[in-house]
């Protein structure tokens, strides 16, 4: 999707206003690309009239040209269309609390099973127990036997014999002796949906009436998986969605329809086979990911909160005209840094990965403590004119701020190639980026 758009934003770049014609042929682009991640073709349809809807006629927000406020507003629709952060689960009022897994053969049901325990214990520091319901291969009960071994948690299994329906039933009387606080049930798959399939979830579902049903489903699927979760919802009435294997998954069709389509959640996002690879499903994070864009627009909302416009005006006027001081590169430090830790902040910016490796730009917070504690030291004169520094005056500020002559010259020189650096940039592209942001 990323370059698809990165072409229509660019042509639309450097305009006040965003005209209808801007809007339609971002649209184009933005279907074109949603229907080739497998996204279903009604949800597209919903949220390009949407979209429209909203983005055109719209001034441009200063700050924000306007490709990337089109964009804004397909990020907002789309993480709507995901609905919120959901990633709670239940807690029963009486222990224990019963999680049912379903899904497809294949899907990552005995994973999810062991790393949701992980997660509860860790993060919440409950006691679950697995149980073992799938009944119809050996193999897979051997596996949830080891997941068990690994986390050291009890396995509740009966072997290959018994119905999956008595095995949930009494592992639960089994947890109320054994003071386990959750019982999570991996239940059978099966290649697809069928009927004997939901009969018998359906069955497990009546006799042990679980808090939460979470439906595993392959994010590499996409459509079908969908479907899946459509059928699975109409038979079981599922509290919520993990979506698997997003880790190898680039397009998010999946994703997108999943809750527009069965009206659940999806809470959980499976990104590895490990078993702490189990994270919050957050929507705008697929969003940005869908349009491949790092997450350059939570960038651009940080920015806009934190960055005061005008004083952002005067420093980039300063940076221009080679006025700029120590002074100034205090406040723009402080400015940067309410804006979160510095290595996030990096990570956020498209491109981060190329500028870490660059010399002299290597950004540790430990590194930026120092250069602030330097300039602190100095005397207000010093700050607006480093060029009156002398032995003297490097000694008194190297022992004031707990560094060396030596930390002290190279934040001088590093100043001094950077003042460059800043007019070239400011010179050649004019007004492209925001004052706060030049780090
Ligand atoms: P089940 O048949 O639904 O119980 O599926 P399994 O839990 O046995 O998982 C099937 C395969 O998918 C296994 O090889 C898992 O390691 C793998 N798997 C499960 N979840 C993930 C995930 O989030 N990412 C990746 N890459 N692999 C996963
Ligand atoms: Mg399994």
């Given at each position: 999707?990323a ?8 042509k639309i770049?450097g305009?006040?206003?965003v005209s ?5 042929e ?8 949603l ?14 009239k ?6 055109i006629g719209?001034?441009?927000?200063e700050?924000?040209?306007p490709?990337?406020?089109v964009?804004?507003?397909v990020k ?7 609905g919120g ?20 053969q ?5 994973t999810t099973?062991?790393k949701?325990?992980n997660n509860l214990r860790k993060n ?5 127990m ?7 291969r ?8 080891t997941?068990?071994k690994q986390?050291?948690?009890p396995v ?6 018994a119905?999956?329906?008595d095995?949930?039933k009494?592992?639960?009387?089994q947890?109320?002796e054994?003071?386990?606080d ?5 239940t059978?798959?099966r290649?697809h949906?069928d009927?004997?399939?939901?009969d018998e979830l359906q069955?497990?579902?009546d006799?042990v009436?679980?808090?939460?049903i979470?439906?595993?489903?392959d994010?590499?699927?996409?459509q ?5 979760a459509e059928?699975?919802d109409d038979?079981?009435d599922?509290?919520g ?9 680039t397009r ?12 659940k959640?999806?809470?959980f ?9 189990l994270?919050a499903f957050?929507?705008?994070?697929m969003?940005s990911?869908i349009?491949?864009?790092?997450d350059v627009l939570?960038?651009i909302e940080k920015a806009e ?5 005008k004083?952002?005006?005067e420093?980039?006027q300063k ?5 700029f001081t ?14 979160g830790?510095?290595d ?5 910016m498209?491109?981060a990965?190329?500028?870490?490796g ?7 917070e ?7 504690a330097?300039i602190?030291?100095m005397?207000?004169?010093?700050r607006?004119?480093p ?10 500020i190297?022992?004031?701020s707990?560094t060396?002559v030596?930390q002290v010259?190279r934040?001088?020189?590093q100043?001094n190639e950077?003042?460059k650096?800043m007019?070239?940039?400011?010179g050649?592209?004019k007004g ?5 942001l030049?780090?």
């Open positions: 999707l370059d698809r758009l990165q072409g229509t934003i660019k770049t305009k006040g206003k209808e014609q801007d809007v339609k971002m649209t184009r682009e933005v279907r074109l690309a229907l080739e991640a497998d996204v279903n073709f009604k949800v597209v349809k919903d949220l390009i949407r979209i429209k809807e909203r983005a719209q001034d441009v927000l700050g924000l040209n490709g990337q406020q964009i804004k507003v907002e629709e789309l993480t709507d269309l995901m952060e959901q990633s709670k689960i239940a807690v029963a009022n009486k222990p224990p609390t019963v999680i049912m897994m379903v899904g497809l294949g899907a990552g049901k005995t099973t062991g949701l325990a919440y520091n409950r006691n679950p697995l149980v073992a319901a799938d009944v119809y050996p193999a897979a009960i051997n596996q949830l036997e997941l068990g986390l050291d948690m509740f299994s009966q072997g290959t014999d119905n999956p329906v095995i949930a009494q592992a639960i009387e947890a109320k054994d003071h386990r959750y019982v999570i049930i991996d059978a798959g290649l949906v009927e004997g399939l939901m069955q497990i579902k006799t009436n679980p808090d939460e979470f439906l595993v489903v994010a590499m699927t996409g079908d998986a969908v479907n899946v059928s699975f038979q079981l599922i509290s969605v993990v979506l698997t294997k997003l880790d190898g998954d998010g069709g999946a994703a997108l329809s999943i809750k527009a389509v069965t009206g959640p999806i809470k996002a499976g990104m590895g086979e490990k078993l702490d690879q994270e957050h929507p705008d994070r969003a990911r349009l491949g864009m790092g939570s960038l909160t934190q960055v005061d416009e004083k952002a005006k420093m980039e940076m221009r005209d080679m006025s120590f002074e100034d590169f205090l406040e723009q430090m402080s400015q940067v840094r309410n804006m830790p510095l996030e902040i990096m990570n956020m498209p491109g990965n190329k500028m870490k660059m010399k002299n730009m290597q950004l540790d430990k590194q930026i403590d120092h250069v602030e330097i602190q030291s005397t207000k004169e010093e607006v004119d060029n009156i520094m002398n032995a003297s005056r490097k000694k008194r190297a022992k004031g707990g060396s030596a010259n934040l001088l020189k100043f950077m003042k650096m007019k070239q940039m400011m050649g592209k492209k980026k925001k004052g706060g030049n780090l």
